[in-house]
Nanobody, 111 residues
């Protein structure tokens, strides 16, 4: 199993970023996928989950209305569109599947 995140960066408050996760090594279309994040000194937390077809999504309360998770089963990709970013969104963002993690991508939001 391999999960490779990309798209992080440094933005100012109110900015946007789009994260991508390329997956391989499992039947991608058979499973829900989740984006997680881990801020300094805090535990890793789920941010958004998407069902196998993309028809159902769930979000942490802290990101509802600002983040959108999507997937492309043909490309084995999952995305996280992040808008209206806040300094408290600063974290390393991970794509996760059944205990497997990528290396993460750093998102830094300055005020």
């Amino acid at each position: 199993v391999q999960l490779v995140e990309s798209g992080g960066g440094a933005v100012q408050r109110g900015g946007s970023l789009r994260l991508s996760c390329a997956a391989s090594g499992f039947t991608f279309s058979d499973y829900a996928l989740t984006w997680y994040r881990q801020a300094p000194g805090k535990e890793r937390e789920p941010v958004a989950t998407i069902s196998t077809t993309g028809g159902t999504t769930n979000y942490a309360d802290s990101v509802k209305g600002r983040f959108t998770i999507s997937r492309d089963n043909a490309k084995k990709m999952v995305y996280l569109q992040m808008n209206a970013l806040k300094p408290e969104d600063t974290a390393v963002y991970y794509c996760g599947w059944r205990g497997y993690w990528g290396q993460g991508t750093q998102v830094t939001v300055s005020s």
